[in-house]
């Protein structure tokens, strides 16, 4: 390993919201616990990255910023090189984030009181996009097959068939369940899709997580008349661990889509205006893809680590390996607790402040979502505190 996975970082002072969400739900936490929940990476970032910022700052400009040629040809390399996805500069539309994104995507291209179908357990801000709006949420929950997601095909067909529906929102990967949909999974969809005249929201902020022996399909490159009812999500934010940065790169290509999508964000006066993000993100893509590489591989050894610690452990909860994003999902259903006892077994027992499995839908009751992106001491410290309470437990 070339980069530092390994030195374990201190950010109870800096205004992490992940360290605040622990503190605040145990303020007389002992030091050395630290948090594996929200998506943010317990790593320290490439030097590439942060030296290129300091040298950004030094030029002394903080004022309202906009991509530069440089920031777009980053991009559109990236997606080329990396995602084998052609995109024009024209296509790229810039928000704060992609949870914005999608307010903005179901606002402009939805009714109130119009179906949005979504495939729980999901990301929980789809719930809100949808609900928050005055949408309908509708559900086409995936099916867990002992452990292994797959999507229910026959009940989208019937969800997409009715007029009141009009888009899928869709995560690939998929968090919380770590599915990395293959190409025929995608293609079957699309078809529905396009023959019930749906627009296809694809968040894949986490399209550059995937694990070895996977690989990921930008949805929209499946089919040319698929990638004229799509928005796809893009950020550099979960790869590069930079959310609080907030920039993220929006990829439209239908002009009448992308001139709906642009107005619903001037209509409530959304935009990013960070150059330093813009910066940021251009010298990721550009510098720092071997970090990545590295990364990748050490997210992958501590998922086979925890799934070892539970299948030798303690084999009735039960840790799949996961394909992509870096987080893992578990199931402690076994342990037959309702889900408040859990996540209260997890604090105050285990003092492990993970993501509740039941935040991202009633099918992920019984679960908790572990954040794998941190250094290994860090995980195997967790296992060792989550393996006294098991078996305090069992006594
Ligand atoms: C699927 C998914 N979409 C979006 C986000 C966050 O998007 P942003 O911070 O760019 O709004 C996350 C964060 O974890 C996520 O997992």
Known sequence: MIYDFETVLDRRDLGSAKWKEMEGKNPKLEKGIVPLS???????????????????????????????????????????????????????????????????????????????????????????????????????????????????????????????????????????????????????????????????????????????????????????????????????????????????????????????????LDGISLKTTSSIAYKACEIAYNECRDWLRECIEVIDENQRYVHKFFKERHPRIKANLIEGTYLDWIDFRALEMDPRNLEDFMTEKAKLFLDEGYIFGVEGEGFERINLAAPRSVIIDAMDRLDMALDNLEK
Not at 69 to 75: G, L, N, T
Request: with cysteine; hydrophobic share 40%; proline share 6%.
């Open 38 to 264: 929200v998506a943010d990476m317990e790593f320290k970032h490439p030097a590439k990255l942060i030296d290129g910022i300091k040298k950004f700052l030094d030029r002394d400009f903080l004022g309202y910023g906009l991509p530069n040629r440089s920031y777009y040809e980053a991009v559109i390399s990236f997606m080329e090189e990396e995602h084998n996805f052609p995109i024009e500069k024209d296509w790229i539309i810039n928000t704060p984030g992609v949870v914005p994104a999608i307010f903005n995507a179901i606002r402009t291209l939805t009714n109130i009181g119009d179906g949005v179908i979504i495939m729980p357990p999901v990301y929980h801000p789809f719930s809100f996009a949808i609900e928050r709006q005055n949408r309908k949420l509708v559900r086409c929950p995936l099916i867990n097959k002992e452990g292994h997601y797959e999507i229910d095909f026959n009940l989208f067909e019937n969800l997409a068939k009715d007029p009141a529906n009009k888009i899928l929102l869709f995560c690939s990967p998929h968090n919380p369940v770590g599915r990395v949909w293959t190409k025929e999974e995608l293609a079957r969809l699309a078809e529905i899709i396009k023959a019930n005249d749906l627009f296809l929201l694809s968040d894949e902020i986490h399209f550059d997580l995937i694990m070895p022996g996977f690989s990921h399909t930008v949805f929209q490159t499946i089919d040319e008349d698929l990638a004229d009812r799509t928005i796809t999500m893009t950020a550099p934010t979960k790869t590069f661990n930079l959310a609080g940065l907030s920039v993220s790169n929006i990829i439209i290509k239908n002009k009448a889509l992308r001139e709906k999508f642009t107005s619903g």
